[in-house]
């Protein structure tokens, strides 16, 4: 969760495959995640579930998903992505957000 001038981002992520060894690995694993019904399946799940939290203390409507099914590389791995957002509502702060938003949907306690 980041939070910069009332903005509220999250950035849930679902589904990871590791590095190719060769440029041609690396594009056909990248293209596997991307293509994988089971990793977007759960990758949507979890972008409901943010934007149900956040549309609790985020004003009406400003609640949207600008980033759907991106592939993130790291070094040693490929993740498929999203990005939630929203403006948060006058008179809220972080206890608030803490409140309505953790655990994650992907986080188990």
């Given at each position: 969760?980041?939070?910069?001038?009332?903005?509220?981002?999250?950035?849930?992520?679902?589904?990871?495959?590791?590095?190719?060894?060769?440029?041609?690995e690396d594009e056909i694993l990248k293209?596997?995640?991307?293509?994988?019904?089971?990793?977007?399946?759960?990758?949507?799940?979890?972008?409901?579930?943010?934007?149900?939290?956040?549309?609790i203390i985020c004003e009406t409507d400003?609640?949207?998903?600008?980033?759907?099914?991106?592939?993130?590389?790291?070094?040693?791995?490929?993740?498929?992505?999203?990005?939630?957002?929203?403006?948060?509502?006058?008179?809220?702060?972080?206890?608030?957000?803490?409140?309505?938003?953790?655990?994650?949907?992907?986080?188990?306690?």
């Open positions: 969760m980041e939070g910069r001038k009332g903005l509220l981002r999250t950035r849930p992520i679902k589904g990871t495959m590791p590095r190719g060894k060769t440029v041609l293209s596997t995640l991307l293509n994988s019904e089971k990793d977007r399946a759960e990758l949507l799940m979890i972008v409901d579930l943010e934007r149900n939290d956040l549309g400003s609640v949207s998903v600008p980033e759907l099914f991106i592939i993130e590389t790291y070094e040693t791995v490929h993740h498929l992505v999203a990005t939630v957002e929203g403006q948060l509502k006058d008179g809220y702060d972080v206890i608030h957000v803490l409140e309505h938003t953790f655990p994650g949907g992907s986080i188990y306690c």
